[in-house]
T-cell receptor, first 113, second 115 residues
Framework: QKEVEQNSGPLSVPEGAIASLNCTYSDRGSQSFFWYRQYSGKSPELIMFIYSNGDKEDGRFTAQLNKASQYVSLLIRDSQPSDSATYLCAAGGTMEYGNKLVFGAGTILRVKS | DAGVIQSPRHEVTEMGQEVTLRCKPISGHDYLFWYRQTMMRGLELLIYFNNNVPIDDSGMPEDRFSAKMPNASFSTLKIQPSEPRDSAVYFC?????????????FGAGTRLSVL
């Protein structure tokens, strides 16, 4: 069973701090990794995707990938109350799984003002 | 682009009734996915299609569930007969294989309540 593991949280950070969200995956063949944000009662919304080892930055968000450790993270700088949501990590692109993604259970982030 | 469009947004039905959920993928996308989300089980993949052909339906919980994609712009997920344990939010997502491979775009979802 291919799995993506996340700490369910909640992760509480003060406004303006850096929020660090982590994710591990079991399938070494995974080639693409995604972070989705889901507000309560809404659908998942893509925040970041990363395919190569290292860091990828987009505004206040940085995705980090370490394939040797099978580890993906999302850093949110200058956290805002509007960042409070559930963050879903997903992995995919394996030969076995084609275009499927395997989603983690999500981490609840709460940014306190 | 209007994004992935799902209907209805909310559905309340009684146990034993047939329920049909509808999805229009993003124009030009060649993959379509049906997911179910509950608090207990998270986001589960039910079935996905490539170029209108079902590729993997191993996530479909039982024979009461069926899905079709008669053309590139329309898919349905049917539950017959429905049961209270089918109550969940059902999402449809679509993607396009290419440079931005595997990126899935989700519809707003259908919240199903089976009484």
């Amino acid at each position: 069973q291919k799995e993506v593991e996340q700490n369910s949280g909640p992760l509480s950070v003060p406004e303006g701090a850096i929020a660090s969200l982590n994710c591990t995956y079991s399938d070494r063949g995974s080639q693409s990794f995604f972070w989705y944000r889901q507000y309560s009662g809404k659908s998942p919304e893509l925040i970041m995707f990363i395919y190569s080892n290292g860091d990828k930055e987009d505004g206040r968000f940085t995705a980090q990938l370490n394939k040797a450790s099978q580890y993906v993270s999302l850093l949110i700088r200058d956290s805002q109350p509007s960042d409070s949501a559930t963050y879903l990590c997903a992995a995919g692109g394996t030969m076995e799984y084609g275009n499927k993604l395997v989603f983690g259970a999500g981490t609840i982030l709460r940014v306190k003002s | 682009d209007a994004g992935v469009i799902q209907s209805p947004r909310h559905e309340v039905t009684e146990m034993g009734q047939e329920v049909t959920l509808r999805c229009k993928p993003i124009s030009g996308h060649d993959y379509l996915f049906w997911y179910r989300q509950t608090m207990m089980r998270g986001l589960e993949l039910l079935i996905y299609f490539n170029n209108n052909v079902p590729i993997d339906d191993s996530g479909m919980p039982e024979d009461r569930f069926s899905a079709k994609m008669p053309n590139a712009s329309f898919s349905t997920l049917k539950i017959q007969p429905s049961e209270p344990r089918d109550s969940a939010v059902y999402f449809c997502a679509s993607s396009l294989v290419g440079v931005a491979k595997n990126i899935q775009y989700f519809g707003a979802g259908t919240r199903l309540s089976v009484l």
